[in-house]
């Protein structure tokens, strides 16, 4: 008991740096495999025929291979980086600006004694967005926002992660309006977008609720110990491996007996700096913006909160590029772990993979295979950590075996939202996961301890679902 107590797993780089060794080893091991695939007019993406999986001339993943995947994962994931970069900057700017502190300490004062409060708060925000346009990599720049707002609470960095990333990750597997998963296997499925809305609504809710007090039951067992990512400079690497800044207003926004308010300018530069995320929410979701759209929309806004609270653009360019470079490991380990899916595509093992997954539940019950699926989901996961790719990937292979065996078409759609979507709690190909706690300074074993009974808890949501659906 005492060795596996003390048993720590590798810093999140030599982690993703080994799941890349075991992908390219995979390719060596497994058969090599595809499906056909054709464009599919409804979703705009390349889909797989379901039936036709073949073998092809196998290519193994060598050693440099793997390692020229690295810098290829950093290219793939470009998009992503600039946001985490540029929205990094921009929260930076604020910070030096003295508006988050002063918002900080408006916001201790305000929740004073009551620092639980705010858990159900934040938490309802981040589980909403990611309903909405499947919120994760967004939050990596705000992380040390929220763990100098946690510290102020008395909540620690592993509650700070709950109530942002993993709220949103909930909420992006349950939710009924979420158009990276929800909408897209509900069109590959050729069902109505919001067919089974009431269920999947409540199945947000439940868990919302589920994941909310497993978040509050833990914030009140550890008590005010604050919050580890709190530590240290800006810019600087704490010994617990976190990057973050802490405020550099002569006031300690930290302390609830802080005088100062939000002034006037405080709050235009609040505003200056809040106008690019909901721009990109009603963009995303009408005019097809993607992450360059929210890093451009950023931009704008840290240097307009520059101009407005006084830098100067010379200044105010400076500031950034500090807050930039301070997010840039974080941001980085997104690019590490986007080679993970890089080798097995290469080593043409993702469809072995998936037909491995998908051959043995057409020979099992109607019920025992649609619970199945949710596994087989979370497993694919691993493989592919792109929601959106996994939809593509396994909705035309599961549907049909959903019409053999005589179950409802909603199915195979609960269960990749659950398989897949809770799957990104803890898996650690998911890129901005492992961002996030990296810069919130949280082990990933550490992580998972807290949230693997939260997760068996919304399994058996998802699964309570498949009852009612089937």
């Known amino acids: 008991m005492m060795a596996l107590t003390a048993f720590r797993l590798p810093h999140p780089v030599v982690l993703l740096g080994g799941a890349v060794a075991v992908a390219a080893g995979l390719t060596w091991v497994l058969p090599a495999g595809q499906y056909d695939r054709r464009d599919d007019p409804d979703t ?11 073998p092809v001339e196998r290519a193994p993943v060598g050693p440099f291979a793997a390692a020229v995947a690295i810098p290829r994962g950093f290219i793939a994931a470009a998009e992503v980086v600039a946001v985490i970069l540029f929205v990094g900057g921009a929260w930076v700017v604020v910070d030096r600006l003295g508006t988050l502190p002063a918002v900080v300490a408006a916001l201790v004062r305000a929740f004073a004694g009551r620092g639980l409060w705010m858990i159900p708060i934040v938490s309802l925000f981040f589980a909403t967005m990611g309903a909405l346009e499947n919120m994760q990599e967004e939050i990596i ?27 949103a990750m909930v909420g992006s597997a349950f939710g009924p309006t979420n158009p990276f998963q929800a909408g897209i296997a509900l069109k590959l499925a050729q069902l109505p977008p919001f067919s089974g809305g009431g269920l999947r609504l409540a199945m947000f809710v439940v868990g919302y609720v589920l994941w909310t ?7 009140r067992r550890t008590g005010s110990r604050g919050s580890r990512g709190s530590r240290g400079s800006k810019g600087s690497r704490g010994a617990d491996g976190s990057f973050d800044f802490i405020p550099s207003n002569p006031l300690n926004p930290l302390n609830p007996s802080n005088p100062s308010n939000v002034s006037r300018k405080h709050a235009i530069i609040l505003a200056l700096v809040l106008a690019p995320m909901a721009a990109y929410v009603y963009g995303a979701l009408s005019l097809g913006w993607g992450f360059n759209e929210l890093s451009a929309a950023f931009l704008i806004g840290g240097l307009a909160a520059g101009l407005v609270g006084g830098f100067g653009i010379e200044r105010t360019v400076i500031v950034y590029l500090e807050g930039m470079q301070s997010l840039l490991p974080a941001a980085l380990m997104v690019g590490v772990a986007r080679s993970i899916s890089l080798v097995l595509e290469d080593g043409r093992v993702v ?26 989901q979370a497993l694919i996961h691993i493989a592919v950590p792109s929601v959106s790719g996994q939809a593509v990937l396994t909705m035309p292979l599961f549907v049909p075996m959903a019409d053999v065996l005589g179950l409802s078409r909603q199915v ?4 990749y939202q659950t398989g897949a979507g809770l799957m990104e709690l803890v898996t650690p190909t998911n890129g901005a996961l492992m961002a996030v706690l990296l810069a919130a300074g949280v082990p990933y074993q550490r992580w998972i301890r807290f949230a693997a009974g939260a997760l068996v808890l919304l399994t058996l949501v998802g699964i309570l679902s498949l009852v009612i659906t089937r």
């Open 412 to 415: 195979p759609v609960l269960a």
């Open 44 to 54: 705009g993406r390349r889909i797989v025929v379901a039936g036709t999986y073949h």
């Open 141 to 167: 720049p705000l992380v040390p926002v929220l763990l100098v707002l946690g510290a102020g609470l008395g909540i620690d960095a592993v509650a700070v992660v709950a109530m942002s990333a993993g709220a």
């Open 213 to 219: 007090g497993w978040t509050v039951r833990y914030a």
């Open 351 to 376: 469809d072995t993979i998936l037909m491995g997954c998908v051959a043995p539940l057409s020979r099992v019950p109607p019920f025992v295979a649609s619970v199945l699926m949710i596994p087989f």
